[in-house]
């Protein structure tokens, strides 16, 4: 297949292109330093590139900062969104496209596993731009036969991530604790619960959709469990090669924080067979040496 990618530079795009040239696609991607809101830009090189499918990652992705820049939010997310729909459906064959979306837009759940027919509640800036450009999809999908297909991550981590995430912001601070002998780790909140996935898997589910998901059609990407922030960092501690002493962080705390958000993957596992295969304190693991390498070269 060729493959185009947008937000081909970011953690998952990374991953996403390593995976699909290992399955022997051709990757093009949109030029970094070119933002998805120049539209008459972006189908030029949609046009050029014809790619079969289309995985749009490129967006804003850090809910807290999105309360500090509603409106730029926004403007990435969904009118980004709105720019690529009509970049593709400009080319001379349309292709496939796999909109990644946000288990964000399920917003504050019961604790049970969350299914794709559960209603979306958006409580961020972040979750309804998300909500947003997926219907934009739908629409591009029922009003113009465009084969959009949407995918719901739910968190998913790994080497490489922005420090700006919960898993990677520990393993930094962890990291450079023992750097320097031990010491104090800033925390934020603890108490909140989430199905975290490795990267890894995560890309594997994104091309299998590209190739199996059904047109206009939704599919949650999980495990299946939660874990709070504080079982997190137990484990990670417990993996430490220093004593760590954890020190609350007000400036750490959301505005409105999710307190239990955990996914149902039986649609996805049902069409593709896809599960995660990577278990979570590889993946943590993983994350810690990938901040033990960058702290020791500095």
């Not at 330093?33 to 972006?42: K, T």
Request: proline letters at 6%; glycine letters at 12%; a negative charge.
């Amino acid at each position: 297949m060729r493959a185009f990618l947008t937000g081909a530079s970011g953690f998952v795009g990374g991953w996403l292109a390593r995976h699909l040239r290992a399955e022997g696609d051709e990757v093009a991607a949109l030029d970094p330093g070119r933002d998805i809101g120049d539209a008459g830009a972006l189908r030029g090189v949609l046009r050029a590139a014809a790619p079969d499918v289309v995985y749009h990652l490129a967006g804003l992705a850090h809910v807290g900062r999105s309360w500090e820049e509603p409106g730029e939010t926004f403007r990435v997310n969904a009118l980004g969104t709105v720019n690529l729909m009509e970049a593709a459906l400009a080319c001379a064959r349309p292709p496939r496209v796999v909109l990644v979306s946000s288990a964000e837009v399920y917003g504050r759940g019961d604790g049970t596993p969350l299914g794709e027919d559960a209603p979306l509640r958006p409580v961020s800036p972040y979750a309804s731009s998300k909500v947003a450009a997926e219907f934009v999809g739908l629409q591009a999908f029922l009003g113009n036969g465009l084969e959009v297909v949407r995918a719901r991550p739910f968190n998913h981590v790994g080497p490489g991530q922005a420090d700006s995430f919960v898993v990677s912001a520990l393993a930094r601070r962890i990291a450079e604790a023992e750097r320097s002998g031990g010491g104090e780790v800033r925390i934020g909140n603890l108490t909140a619960a989430r199905d975290f996935t490795d990267v890894r898997d995560v890309v594997r589910a994104y091309r299998l959709l590209a190739t199996a998901g059904a047109p206009g059609g939704v599919y949650n990407v999980c495990s299946g469990s939660a874990i709070t922030t504080e079982e997190l960092f137990k484990r990670m501690v417990a993996m430490a090669k220093v004593p760590i002493e954890p020190v609350q962080d007000p400036s750490l705390f959301r505005p409105v924080d999710v307190a239990v958000l955990v996914g149902d993957g039986t649609r996805l596992t049902a069409l593709t067979g896809w599960r995660p295969e990577i278990p979570l304190d590889s993946t943590l693991l993983d994350t810690l040496d990938y901040w033990r390498e960058r702290a020791g070269s500095d």
